[in-house]
Nanobody, 123 residues
């Protein structure tokens, strides 16, 4: 079992920045893929980014490419999502997820989920 706990959400003005954290526990995640998804009210859960923990290779959705950066800290078993140049359309609940195996983009492919953290971008 893998437990995931997100933190770092909040309210920010458009153009601002936030950094989300996802701390993993319960099992080593060295061979896992860690991902961020988001879900806005009335919309389906959307892929944001995924990273192979071992290689550091990441895939980003087109909507966040160039603005968001995922990274990981092996010592802390934590993955981060640095979000810059935030837009109102980035407003959503952001979820951290994990799966064993390759990078996948559908939420149904991920077994482990955090509780989510709200990000609100105001104009």
């Amino acid at each position: 079992q893998v437990q995931l706990v997100e933190s770092g959400g909040g309210l920010v003005q458009a153009g601002g920045s936030l950094r989300l954290s996802c701390a993993a526990s319960g099992r080593t995640v060295s061979y896992y893929v860690m991902a961020w998804f988001r879900q806005a009210p009335g919309k389906e859960r959307e892929f944001v980014v995924a990273i192979n923990w071992s290689s550091g290779t990441a895939d980003y959705s087109d909507s966040v490419k160039g603005r968001f950066t995922i990274s990981r800290d092996n010592a802390k078993n934590t993955v981060y999502l640095q979000m810059n140049s935030l837009k109102r359309e980035d407003t959503a609940v952001y979820y951290c997820a994990a799966r064993y195996g390759g990078r996948m983009y559908g939420p149904q492919e991920y077994r482990y989920w955090g509780q989510g953290t709200q990000v609100t971008v105001s104009s």
